[in-house]
């Protein structure tokens, strides 16, 4: 690792005040992505801004059809909250395979997204979900969001301080995790929302999270496993490695894309 | 039976230290005055060095020397067997230089050592070293590397280490041109990385008031360790050179050889007048330490029409790597094809070995070594010959299996099993994986749309190594006896030294057995000491499934010398003739009396001789005994493996694996278990998960956990084990070894099972690691294949 | 440098370290705690299992300036004396360890699962210990350690 200055933050304005003061600040939430990252030596930011003292930022609440969950939140939380599994099963399920129990006790929702990993699970929860992100700045749409690999619309100084989900009619989220790291391989997320159905993958997309629009308007036809049975037009590059070559991602795909409809009931 | 003696499932002596975090692994070691070293290794898996920049290095924060292959002139790592080639000529041995002589072979190849105050001082100021790399084509693949042009070395034309034969090729070729039928395949054993879960780590230290050397290492072997780097590479006399395997996080074969770490910090230690620290973090691991298995075969079985083998013929080709690491050359020569009779009578049998340089890691022994490789490819045949000529899997390994009243049989490959029971086994192992009910199970995991699979391994192998004379008529460098010196102190406890070392086996319980059973005295009393070459006269290691049937054997002998000298002094107190005394539960009596003396108390005399004649005995008691084998241990054995494949997402859960092993006599039955259970999930994982995978330009792409797979709790299940018993005939223990039979007997049985489930839609084959996507690509090129049809 | 205090097993400690010290090195190195162990560099492996106030985390993937103020358990902190904490004597009993390496920081993810669910099935208990790697044991006797284990930190109770 390499040296850094490191500061704790007492509030949001005070991590964003010193995301300014340095010349190449980062903001570690829970840390289980960005810490592996500075041991390897692949990053070398200037000064770590620490959010772990900001209280504000971590909690759940649940108003009407919208389930709000601050930055701060570990999925250990998100997994095992009343709210969430009462309000959205399919995010609370989602949030109890991401990594294993100790990377839970400490990974943050806001971090998860804010770093846009490929193989991330939160990408797809918020864009299957049509979830908004919220910043110390303003509020982005998921659709609008993850831009690419480990790219967002975050500026520079902008930190995550919330995401709002809002409640889908049913919803369900599958992963084929890689068999060695246990991200996902692919990570289906079918939600039929009020405004009709979406369904988001992650860990296939040459550039990160994406949602697939034949799915969706076959799935807004009929809600059933079957309607999967369709050629995926317009889907984006697949990522190709070791474990997954591009062909077996689109079986993946679907296979799992079928299991959360059938698992949605 | 005494319920701390043979037998007995005792629970570890070990145990308490390692569960409160009290082991002391060579990390846990810190010197006076220590410093740390970084390894500053190739980036490119093939190149030149034109020339190593260290100035800016040299001047960062907290380095305290810096030195490349042009400071470190010293010996070549060596080799520890030679294997000549079919003409007799010696194999292909270009040097092993501990830091890299103008060129690199491998990426992770060690280019320079950075010593400095901290470790993070040293990694920071390595990345100021400029290095001129001129890149060179890289030889990655195994399979084409003999037509390469490149050379990986300039001294081995061809990229040819060795063309090694075993059996007469023409006698052979003879009855398959007349065999009634031939079974042909073309088999990978994937390359594996031993992933020891303690990454590797030194300590080099030199005082200079004595000239002695210590080096603080990850060994299974530290006096072999002394052997190589003190004679070979730094010429440092073993008076002068400690080497301490302290506790040991696990090695499987990994943490045999004498690695260039190891000489580059004892080396620079004598330079700098400090002890350095070395650790690998695991990055580095995958990129040092020696990988396993490795071989392309092209096989073939030919049977009569009776379904009986009467020819076997092999080409393989085995992957070194870049250079030759200690036991390299004997793993698919010597470890592999003497197994290929494996538990069958096949009567003429040939094999051919190319070892191979690559430009990749080393490549060596790993738990099974060589035997592994051996049984997958003939498993597979004999599961292929099966399906191609009607006979079930249960029929045509009895119609083929050396008999019950065989023994001692001679194989035409070179070895002679001393003991086994086949059927009894294969019997044993139907019966507890319930393959009667199988069609049942399989009607109903259709029902569920997935597909199983039912997999049959029957295997023997060769451990207990090894006979001196066998293996040093067949190339071997060193004699592979053991060592061992019981210590009995005035009041009766017991220390024994041994050679051989312990790193997760619970040789500390299971040794301490022998010596309770033996003299009659609880096991608290007796402490095993390892792994120090100042504490113990020699040793030769752990490795081979050796410790119990070498190791153990060797107590024995020293155990048995101490009784002797103990029924002389208690002839002595009881004024008898020794030839007059028994020992029986600690106790020596006069033969026919009631005069009797305990153990305790021979011992105490023994250090307070007041009346000892002393020209007839001495004071003391303590006996020194060295143990060679009269040949290898046999342990045989049936694994049986169950799946079901999920078709969609091609995924392979190992729904039950049944193992049934004969290891000889059963010292710690608890201890036995868990030594196959290891194996079995090391075999699994060989299976379907794990490969080391290069590209074209020699990039390890299975780097760290995140790409290479290894096997976690939810991977694999629970296992059914069980043991039968026929006694290795050649030692007092009748043991024949336990430490490998599940890496060994359980891949072929997995992929077997694999092959079964996916038969019936057309697949024939499928190689190691039946991974998810590549399971699911057989499944649809089989689909493709068969719409073609 | 940067002055790090915390409560470790019980005991208050203290360090001056540099901001990008793990909370591993720091116990390792800084405070002598040699029992956890680093196995990885991609938290993976689980070998350097802790406790901080009351959740297992990976101690190599949390910088030791983050666990400042913090109540910390290692290995060294379970048993009592020579009394090993049930967890412990559990993998004892049941041969849930060979060479020891991966075994702390097994005990200590094992130690907080049951803690959690006290009703876990096999399935559930191998789910849970998905962040543990372990070389030797084929995880057998470690399932067994952990359901034994369980049983009887609820019979302590």
Known sequence: MYEFNYHKASSVSDAEQALRNASDGKIVAGGQTLLPTLKQRLASPSDLIDLGGCSELCGISVDGDTVTIGAMTTHAMVANSAEVQSAIPALAGLASNIGDAQVRNLGTIGGSIANNDPAADYPAACLGLGAVIVTDKREIVADDFFTGLFETALDEHEIITAIRFPKPEKACYQKFPNPASRYALVGVMVAKMSSGVRVAVTGAGADGVFRVDAFESALDGSFSASSLDIEMVHLPDLLEDIHGSPGYRENLIRVMGKRAVEACG | MNDTGIGASVRRKEDFRFLTGQGTYTDDINRPGQTYGYILRSPVAHAKINGIDLAEAKAAPGVVAIFTGDDMQVGSIPCGWGVNNKDGSPMNEPPHPALAQGKVRHVGDQVAIVIAESYAEARAAAELIDVDYEELPAVADLATALDQSTLVHDEAPGNLCYDWEIGEEAQVNAIFESAHHVTSMDIVNNRLVPNAMEPRAAIGEYDSATGEYTLYTTSQNPHVIRLLMGAFVLQIPEHKLRVVAPDVGGGFGSKIFHYAEEAIVTWAAQKVRRPIKWRAERSESFLSDAHGRDHVTKAELALDQDGKFIGLRCYTKANMGAYLSTFSTCVPTYLHATLLAGVYTTPAIYCNVKAVFTNTVPVDAYRGAGRPEATYLLERLVDRAARETGMSQSEIRRKNFIPEDAFPYQTPVALQYDSGNYTATLDRAEELADVAGFQARRSEAASRGKLRGLGYSTYVEACGIAPSAVVGSLGARAGLFESANIRVHPTGSVTVYTGSHSHGQGHETTFAQLVSDSLGIPIENVDISHGDTNKVAFGMGTYGSRSLAVGGEAIMKALDKVITKSKKIAAHVLEADSADIEFKDGKFTVAGTDREMAFGDVALTAYVPHNFPHDELEPGLEEQAFYDPMNFTYPAGCHICEVEIDPDTGVVEVVAMTAMDDVGRVINPMIVEGQIHGGLAQGIGQALMEGARYDDDGQLLTGSYMDYCMPRADDLPDFKVGTTTTLCTHNSLGVKGCGEVGAIGSPPAVINAVVDALWDQGVRDIAMPATPNAVWNALNGAKTAMAAE | ?157
Request: charged share 20%.
């Open chain 3, 1 to 157: 440098m940067t002055n790090v205090s915390m409560t470790v097993n019980g005991r208050p400690v203290s360090a001056d370290v540099e901001p990008r010290t793990l909370l591993v090195e720091y116990l390792r190195e800084n405070i002598g705690l040699t029992g956890t162990h680093v196995g990885c560099d991609t938290s993976q492996c689980g070998a350097c299992v802790i406790h901080v106030d009351g959740k297992s985390v990976k101690s190599c993937t949390m910088l030791a300036v983050q666990a400042a103020g913090c109540e910390v358990t290692t290995i060294e902190g379970l048993a009592n004396g020579d009394d090993l904490h049930p967890m412990q004597a559990a993998f004892r009993e049941n041969h849930g360890l060979q060479c020891g390496f991966c075994t702390p920081g097994m005990v200590m993810s094992a130690v907080d699962l049951v803690t959690k669910n006290p009703d876990l099935t096999d399935t559930e208990i191998r789910d849970g210990l998905e962040g543990n790697i372990c070389r030797c044991t084929g995880y057998h006797n470690i399932v067994k350690s952990v359901r034994a284990g369980s049983n009887a930190m609820k019979a302590a109770e």
